[in-house]
């Protein structure tokens, strides 16, 4: 039987999807599971790392019942995955040591006040590409040496492992090759002094972090071993696993943005904003920079940037306030209005992110008048996503050189045509919505296909499946500067209120 299709894993934060792909490009099968969620405490957020295997297994299997293929067919396999939720196993039994803690687990929020006291905490942002954090795997790992009398244990006897999801599922689903994550998940953890292109031996120290337990950095294709898997009908295969990146990279590839200075944004909880930069690697203060992926010996970098909660903001609409009744009301409250009448929402309900990085500020509305309508309010939102993007690509353009011609966007808000116009307008560039949502997945299968030589270079790929759907600008320049004037001067004032309710020097008495 021949070997003609290739399979794509994506295991997320809140489930696993699993795609059969043909070397046409073409989805034959797709399946998803859920991943549960456990909340020890208040703040604490884990996984089940068994369950987590499990339900890659189970999505694998139904997809390829869904593709009518059996399992000897595949010819390769790629793993993406969520980054800073990190596993940690015991190499000789094979066993996990405790839950998984995610990237959204607070419970190293202590380690930022340690980390401002340590003499080389100024480096961290250049060294790793990003900031510290509480979703960082690298504190969430210095609580577990502190803390955590198992992982004590496998370390002082030389077994334990850590890793990201993927490098867990080889070890418990199949065999790895040896102890590796590509480059894009080695930096995820933390851990990684990028331009230098290893571990931070003083930051490791500090954390008390082993090295010797931590996965060796290749290249995004390359030959990490095997999983073994089943189809409906009980008969098995060992798939060679090619391919392993991160799942925001992964949506970058799949997306076709690789050449620098094309972009794309996943809107989610929050946005994120990711822009390909090519082969240089980029000294930027207020973005953070990641690898992208390692082809034929060329590491490649993008920038990340993450707007504020957009989508968190929608459902606490919906479920606190009562302003929407469902996702699909957004767009009829949208258009009920031909703009948003003067109303300027910064929706800084967790602070802002990217380019101002300001934690203290927090949600306004400004110029609310009897006259304003909930279709106001929800435009004003919409507006804010749109001003915020529009910031964030001012700030690529003034720190890189380079100009953003176009967005692709999926997810969340985007299923709004008037929010996608909205973003247009206020960008000043097309704004195009793939019909296609796999993304992540099916860009893994892609790449095993690059490692396994069904396609010799990028070139050959083929394009994402469906079609697009494109808003184009429809403001003057003059109107996308007048609004974003008024927008910078909300935010100006949510950070000064932010300032003085956290700084108490600068309340007046």
Request: charged share 20%; aromatic share 8%.
């Given at each position: 039987?021949?070997?003609?299709?290739?399979?794509?894993v994506?295991q997320?934060?809140?489930?696993?999807?699993?795609?059969?792909?043909s070397?046409a490009?073409?989805?034959?099968?797709?399946a998803?599971?859920?991943v549960?969620?456990?909340?020890?405490?208040?703040?604490?957020?884990?996984?089940d790392?068994?369950?987590?295997?499990?339900?890659?297994?189970?999505?694998?299997?139904e997809?390829?019942?869904?593709?009518?293929?059996?399992?000897?067919?595949?010819?390769?396999?790629?793993?993406?995955?969520?980054?800073?939720?990190?596993?940690?196993?015991?190499?000789?039994?094979?066993?996990?040591?405790?839950?998984?803690?995610?990237?959204?687990?607070?419970?190293?929020?202590?380690?930022?006040?340690?980390?401002?006291?340590?003499?080389l905490?100024?480096?961290?942002?250049?060294?790793?590409?990003?900031g510290p954090?509480?979703?960082?795997?690298?504190?969430?790992?210095?609580?577990?040496?502190?803390?955590?009398?198992?992982?004590?244990?496998?370390n002082?006897?030389?077994?334990?492992?850590?890793?990201?999801?993927?490098?867990?599922?080889?070890?418990?689903?199949?065999?790895p090759?040896?102890?590796y994550m590509?480059?894009?998940?080695?930096?995820?953890?933390?851990?990684?002094d990028?331009?230098?292109?290893?571990?931070?031996a003083?930051w490791?120290a500090?954390?008390?972090?082993?090295?010797?337990?931590?996965p060796?950095?290749?290249?995004?294709?390359?030959?990490?071993?095997?999983?073994?898997?089943?189809g409906?009908?009980g008969?098995t295969a060992?798939v060679?696993?090619?391919?392993?990146i991160?799942?925001?990279?992964a949506?970058?590839?799949?997306?076709?943005?690789?050449?620098?200075?094309?972009a794309?944004?996943?809107?989610?909880?929050?946005?994120?904003?990711?822009?390909?930069?090519?082969?240089?690697t980029?000294n930027?203060?207020?973005?953070?920079?990641?690898?992208?992926?390692?082809?034929?010996?060329?590491?490649?970098?993008?920038?990340?940037?993450?707007t504020?909660?957009?989508?968190?903001?929608?459902?606490?609409m919906r479920?606190?306030?009562?302003?929407?009744?469902?996702?699909?009301?957004?767009?009829?409250?949208?258009?009920?209005v031909p703009?948003s009448?003067?109303?300027?929402?910064?929706?800084?309900?967790t602070?802002?992110n990217?380019?101002?990085?300001?934690?203290?500020a927090?949600?306004?509305?400004?110029?609310?008048?009897?006259?304003?309508?909930?279709?106001h309010?929800?435009?004003?939102?919409?507006?804010a996503?749109?001003?915020?993007?529009?910031?964030?690509l001012?700030?690529?353009?003034e720190?890189?050189?380079?100009?953003?011609?176009?967005?692709l966007?999926?997810?969340?808000v985007s299923?709004?045509d008037?929010?996608?116009q909205?973003?247009?307008?206020?960008?000043?560039?097309?704004?195009?919505?793939?019909?296609?949502?796999?993304?992540?997945s099916?860009?893994?299968?892609?790449?095993?296909?690059l490692?396994?030589?069904?396609?010799?270079?990028?070139?050959?790929?083929?394009?994402?499946p469906?079609h697009?759907?494109?808003?184009?600008?429809?403001l003057?320049?003059?109107?996308?500067?007048a609004g974003s004037?008024?927008?910078?001067?909300?935010?100006?004032?949510?950070?000064a209120?932010?300032?003085?309710?956290?700084n108490?020097?600068?309340?007046?008495?």
């Amino acid at each position: 039987m021949s070997k003609s299709y290739l399979l794509g894993v994506d295991q997320g934060t809140s489930g696993t999807k699993a795609v059969i792909v043909s070397l046409a490009g073409q989805v034959l099968g797709h399946a998803y599971r859920p991943v549960t969620r456990i909340y020890p405490r208040p703040g604490w957020v884990e996984q089940d790392p068994t369950a987590v295997a499990a339900g890659v297994g189970e999505a694998i299997t139904e997809a390829i019942k869904h593709a009518h293929i059996q399992p000897d067919q595949i010819v390769a396999c790629g793993l993406a995955c969520q980054r800073n939720t990190e596993f940690a196993w015991d190499v000789r039994t094979g066993q996990p040591i405790g839950n998984a803690i995610t990237w959204q687990d607070l419970r190293s929020l202590p380690f930022l006040e340690d980390l401002k006291q340590w003499p080389l905490s100024a480096e961290v942002h250049q060294r790793l590409g990003y900031g510290p954090g509480p979703y960082m795997s690298a504190l969430h790992l210095a609580w577990r040496v502190k803390n955590d009398q198992a992982f004590q244990d496998a370390n002082r006897s030389g077994r334990l492992r850590l890793g990201l999801s993927a490098a867990w599922l080889l070890h418990t689903l199949g065999r790895p090759s040896g102890h590796y994550m590509d480059t894009s998940l080695v930096q995820a953890m933390g851990l990684y002094d990028f331009r230098a292109r290893q571990y931070w031996a003083e930051w490791l120290a500090f954390l008390g972090v082993p090295p010797d337990a931590l996965p060796v950095a290749m290249p995004t294709v390359h030959d990490y071993g095997f999983l073994h898997i089943t189809g409906p009908d009980g008969k098995t295969a060992d798939v060679p696993v090619l391919a392993m990146i991160g799942d925001q990279q992964a949506a970058l590839f799949g997306h076709n943005r690789r050449r620098p200075g094309e972009a794309e944004c996943t809107h989610g909880t929050a946005s994120y904003v990711k822009v390909f930069l090519g082969r240089e690697t980029p000294n930027l203060g207020k973005m953070d920079v990641f690898y992208a992926w390692h082809l034929n010996g060329q590491q490649t970098y993008c920038l990340e940037a993450p707007t504020t909660v957009i989508g968190a903001v929608i459902r606490w609409m919906r479920d606190e306030v009562n302003l929407v009744k469902d996702y699909e009301e957004l767009d009829v409250l949208a258009k009920s209005v031909p703009d948003s009448s003067g109303l300027y929402f910064v929706p800084a309900f967790t602070g802002l992110n990217a380019p101002y990085g300001d934690p203290s500020a927090r949600g306004t509305l400004f110029g609310l008048t009897l006259g304003h309508t909930r279709g106001h309010i929800i435009r004003a939102l919409m507006e804010a996503l749109g001003y915020q993007l529009r910031d964030i690509l001012t700030s690529v353009s003034e720190e890189t050189g380079i100009e953003v011609n176009e967005l692709l966007v999926g997810g969340g808000v985007s299923a709004s045509d008037i929010a996608c116009q909205i973003q247009a307008d206020l960008l000043g560039i097309p704004v195009k919505r793939p019909e296609f949502t796999e993304t992540t997945s099916w860009a893994a299968a892609l790449l095993a296909g690059l490692g396994a030589d069904v396609w010799r270079d990028l070139s050959e790929l083929p394009p994402l499946p469906g079609h697009y759907t494109r808003f184009s600008p429809q403001l003057t320049n003059g109107q996308q500067e007048a609004g974003s004037e008024r927008w910078k001067q909300a935010v100006s004032l949510t950070r000064a209120w932010g300032d003085e309710l956290h700084n108490p020097s600068l309340q007046k008495s």
